[in-house]
């Protein structure tokens, strides 16, 4: 499909809801996608990006950096507490902050180095225990404990479950957000985001209708 179609129908999608484009940020997911795809992709002057391997980001990023020093890169997959002192030092956000620990984690790397990435914290919006989250009633206190760590949360991040209806879920996301005084709404892929900015969601994370189908045979 490619990044100017998705640009289009984001477009269309902001217009429809009645926001304005500045309102909706598109991250393109470059997670085991060929150097090549992802280059054309910054060329093309596109400069957010998704990762959900540390290890890949600080494999191509650092260096990209240098030739391209307005890309921001934000971690979409789950974080391992102890890569927390290098998401701290790659990642302009991170979208999948969800249990105590790795907060202290963070915490203590924010404290070192005077740094805080925008954090979202990831909410398993449909109680599926094989994913990752935040349990939807452990929100509230979760988010007031990570102000008192001095953690600039920004934001909340969901998957809805596979096959279902998602609007429902990203409608109760926002819900969620807007109790806790929080904007960011970290939502919608490729299938989805359509209604995701429909429901008020400020970041959509798209891949493969950007960049092509990913062959993890050769990642």
Same mark, same amino acid.
């Given at each position: 499909?490619?990044?100017?179609?998705?640009?289009?129908?984001?477009?269309?999608?902001?217009?429809?809801?009645?926001?304005?484009?500045?309102?909706?940020?598109?991250?393109?997911?470059?997670?085991?996608?060929?150097?090549?795809?992802?280059?054309?992709?910054?060329?093309?002057?596109?400069?957010?990006?998704?990762? $959900?391997?540390?290890?890949?980001?600080?494999?191509?990023?650092?260096?990209?950096?240098?030739?391209?020093?307005?890309?921001?890169?934000?971690?979409?997959? #789950?974080?391992?507490? $102890?890569?927390?002192?290098?998401?701290?030092?790659?990642?302009?956000?991170?979208?999948?902050?969800?249990?105590?620990?790795?907060?202290?984690?963070?915490?203590?790397?924010?404290?070192?180095?005077?740094?805080? #990435?925008?954090?979202?914290?990831?909410?398993?919006?449909?109680?599926? #225990?094989?994913?990752?989250?935040?349990?939807?009633?452990?929100?509230?206190?979760?988010?007031?404990?990570?102000?008192?760590?001095?953690?600039?949360?920004?934001?909340?991040?969901?998957?809805?479950?596979?096959?279902?209806?998602?609007? #429902?879920?990203?409608?109760?996301?926002?819900?969620?957000?807007?109790? $806790?005084?929080?904007?960011?709404?970290?939502?919608?892929?490729?299938?989805?985001?359509?209604?995701?900015?429909?429901?008020?969601?400020?970041?959509?994370?798209?891949?493969?209708?950007?960049?092509?189908?990913?062959?993890?045979?050769?990642?």
């Amino acid at each position: 499909m490619g990044l100017h179609e998705i640009e289009a129908r984001i477009e269309k999608a902001v217009q429809d809801a009645g926001r304005d484009r500045c309102e909706v940020q598109l991250i393109a997911v470059s997670k085991v996608q060929p150097d090549t795809r992802v280059k054309a992709v910054l060329e093309a002057g596109h400069r957010l990006f998704g990762e $959900n391997y540390v290890q890949e980001a600080q494999g191509k990023w650092p260096a990209w950096r240098e030739d391209y020093p307005d890309v921001r890169v934000d971690m979409i997959g #789950p974080l391992q507490s $102890n890569k927390a002192k290098l998401a701290v030092e790659l990642f302009d956000a991170i979208h999948t902050l969800d249990r105590m620990s790795l907060a202290k984690k963070l915490a203590a790397q924010v404290q070192s180095r005077g740094r805080c #990435p925008d954090l979202f914290v990831q909410v398993n919006i449909g109680r599926e #225990p094989q994913k990752a989250g935040l349990m939807p009633e452990a929100l509230d206190e979760f988010v007031s404990d990570m102000r008192a760590m001095d953690l600039q949360i920004v934001g909340l991040m969901c998957i809805p479950p596979e096959g279902a209806d998602p609007r #429902p879920y990203f409608d109760t996301l926002a819900e969620m957000a807007a109790r $806790n005084a929080l904007k960011g709404l970290s939502m919608g892929m490729s299938s989805d985001f359509e209604q995701a900015i429909a429901a008020g969601a400020t970041h959509v994370r798209v891949g493969s209708a950007i960049f092509g189908a990913r062959d993890y045979g050769h990642a």
